[in-house]
């Protein structure tokens, strides 16, 4: 079992930027890929992004140019690098990790707790 740490999360303003980390409790080196969802109340979680243990690198249409997947591996975080905000990315947004499967949108097996990101003035 995986525990993801999630942090970063808040309130910033239209346009603003946000910066999310999420640190495994084992090896980042370990984990063959890492990725951000988020979800509206109502809605289907919602695929972000997804970097895997080589560095490769995949977004959703609607944040692409605007949010930045990356990891550290000595620091054992990976990040989410959120600019140019808009209201339609308030979400709880959550760190997943362990691919399990070939495509960027096959399921996760762990989940970070969510946090909520809120884009409002």
């Known amino acids: 079992q995986v525990q993801l740490l999630e942090s970063g999360g808040g309130l910033v303003q239209p346009g603003g930027s946000l910066k999310l980390s999420c640190t495994p409790s084992t090896s980042i080196l370990s984990i063959n890929a890492m990725g951000w969802y988020r979800q509206v109340p109502g809605n289907q979680r919602e695929y972000v992004a997804v970097?895997?243990?080589?560095?490769?690198?995949n977004y959703a249409d609607s944040v692409k140019g605007r949010f930045t997947i990356s990891k550290d591996n000595a620091e054992n975080t990976m990040y989410l690098q959120m600019d140019s905000l808009k209201p339609e990315d308030t979400a709880v947004y959550y760190c997943a990790a362990g691919l399990m499967g070939d495509t960027w949108r096959a399921p996760m097996m762990f989940w970070g707790q969510g946090m909520q990101v809120t884009v409002s003035s």
């Open positions: 970097i895997t243990g080589r560095g490769l690198s």
